[in-house]
């Protein structure tokens, strides 16, 4: 998108958001290796009126995407999560007195969509020291326990809703986002998954885990689409809203002292394929994508944390939190769901060790199958960090729930 044409944008949906009197200046975006789905755009909003500034990030739609169905109505939830889902937690969690609410979102100044595009007017973090961990470090056992006590607030609130029967939560259940299942041939991918695979079980080889690949190939014998596809389509028992892609380019952490060993706050962004499932997708996905080995092998003390936390804020929200989600139903969807995590984390791991010249683009596809095509050319060569991070985690998955 041409300046002249986000500025236009930008003009357009403050002003249909109640904002008339202003300047806008464009300040930078993101790059390339910082986000695949959506543009994101910098800019400072100077409000005439008052004589305040807005500094915000702005998310557009991916115009090369958006012409596709399924990559249209991920945008469309992004949306719905900021107007709608955001709103009724925020509702639930004033209505019960909460002492520490669940905050780890951006602030959402507008939301604007048209034939066009999508566009999502955020708080931009940075001005309020929040940054990006570099991707290329694991994170370690304080960051990942801010992780699960922030995810523990976050699923609660879906949990809580709906043992009391919000109507308002119901019927937010009955929208597309829950009741249409997709495959991930769908969002083009499926040769992008296969070709991980043979990636992932190649360097297992090169690195002498031979172990390790032959336990690899042989789980996803029957195929990783098909495995993602079917554990998406289900329904468990106990379903929340999750955010389903929590890597390190989502999360970003404020920092005391600027300690960089010492988070004291969280948010988690980019919510365009929020889903209703089992909080297992979230756990699974962030532990094994951020994690290496000394952190992975706390995995069940990680969960232990998790659920005390979830207990916790679910009493204060006005439920029985012991018999709406016991620790053994927690290990059972552990053991039934954390493949989609594990598979998730084997294929987009290596996005954590690209240089931001050499990252994949998804602005110019023909079609569907041009988004495997456009994700699968990553080559880092020899990382020994990245061969690591991939072994940790093959190695703890299989020593641990694929027994």
């Known amino acids: 998108m041409e300046p002249h044409e986000i500025l236009a944008y930008i003009r357009k949906a403050l002003q249909a958001n109640y904002y008339t009197n202003f300047a806008v200046e464009l300040e930078g975006k993101t790059k390339k290796n910082e986000g695949y789905v959506s543009d994101m755009i910098f800019a400072k909003i100077r409000l005439a009126d008052t004589g305040k500034n807005l500094h915000l990030a702005i998310k557009f739609s991916k115009k090369s995407l958006r012409?596709?169905?399924?990559?249209?109505?991920?945008?469309?939830?992004?949306?719905?999560?900021?107007?709608?889902?955001?709103?009724?937690?925020?509702?639930?969690?004033?209505?019960?007195?909460?002492?520490?609410?669940?905050?780890?979102?951006?602030?959402?100044?507008?939301?604007?969509?048209?034939?066009?595009?999508?566009?999502?007017?955020?708080?931009?973090?940075?001005?309020?020291?929040?940054?990006?961990?570099?991707?290329?470090?694991?994170?370690?056992?304080?960051?990942?326990?801010?992780?699960?006590?922030?995810?523990?607030?976050?699923?609660?609130?879906?949990?809580?809703?709906?043992?009391?029967?919000?109507?308002?939560?119901?019927?937010l259940l009955e929208d597309d986002f829950i009741t249409k299942k997709n495959t991930v041939a769908d969002f083009g991918l499926q040769d992008f998954f296969n070709t991980s695979v043979l990636k992932v079980a190649n360097i297992l080889k090169g690195a002498k885990r031979t172990d390790l690949s032959a336990k690899f190939e042989a789980l996803l014998e029957k195929g990783m689409?098909?495995?993602?596809?079917?554990?998406?389509?289900?329904?468990?028992?106990?379903?929340?809203?999750?955010?389903?892609?929590?890597?390190?380019?989502?999360?970003?952490?404020?920092?005391?002292?600027?300690?960089?060993?010492?988070?004291?706050?969280?948010?988690?962004?980019?919510?365009?394929?929020?889903?209703?499932h089992s909080p297992v997708l979230?756990?699974?996905?962030?532990?094994?994508?951020?994690?290496?080995?000394?952190?992975?092998?706390?995995?069940?003390?990680?969960?232990?944390?998790?659920?005390?936390?979830?207990?916790?804020?679910?009493?204060?929200?006005?439920?029985?939190?012991?018999?709406?989600?016991?620790?053994?139903?927690?290990?059972?969807?552990?053991?039934?769901?954390?493949?989609?995590?594990?598979?998730?984390?084997?294929?987009?791991i290596d996005f954590n060790f690209v240089n931001p010249d050499d990252a994949p683009s998804l602005d110019n596809l023909d079609d569907i199958s041009s988004v495997s095509e456009n994700l699968s050319v990553i080559n880092l060569g020899n990382n020994q960090m990245y061969t690591e991070r991939l072994i940790a985690i093959v190695e703890h998955y299989f020593n641990n729930i694929n027994l």
């Open 67 to 171: 012409k596709f169905e399924v990559y249209k109505n991920i945008y469309k939830h992004e949306l719905l999560f900021y107007t709608d889902i955001l709103e009724l937690f925020n509702e639930h969690q004033i209505k019960q007195n909460v002492s520490q609410p669940f905050h780890a979102v951006p602030k959402c100044f507008a939301t604007f969509s048209d034939e066009n595009a999508d566009t999502v007017f955020l708080d931009n973090l940075y001005k309020h020291g929040f940054v990006v961990r570099d991707r290329n470090l694991s994170m370690d056992l304080t960051h990942l326990e801010l992780l699960m006590k922030t995810f523990a607030k976050f699923h609660a609130l879906s949990l809580s809703l709906k043992e009391q029967q919000n109507k308002s939560f119901l019927k």
């Open 282 to 348: 979230d756990l699974s996905y962030t532990l094994y994508a951020v994690a290496s080995k000394p952190e992975i092998s706390e995995t069940t003390a990680l969960l232990k944390y998790y659920h005390e936390e979830l207990t916790n804020f679910l009493t204060e929200l006005g439920n029985n939190a012991n018999s709406l989600f016991p620790f053994s139903l927690l290990m059972d969807h552990w053991r039934k769901y954390a493949i989609y995590g594990f598979a998730n984390a084997c294929c987009y």
């Open 225 to 276: 689409p098909k495995i993602i596809s079917d554990i998406l389509n289900d329904t468990p028992e106990k379903s929340v809203i999750i955010h389903c892609d929590g890597h390190n380019n989502n999360i970003m952490f404020k920092y005391k002292d600027n300690n960089k060993e010492n988070p004291h706050d969280m948010v988690i962004v980019d919510w365009q394929i929020v889903k209703y």
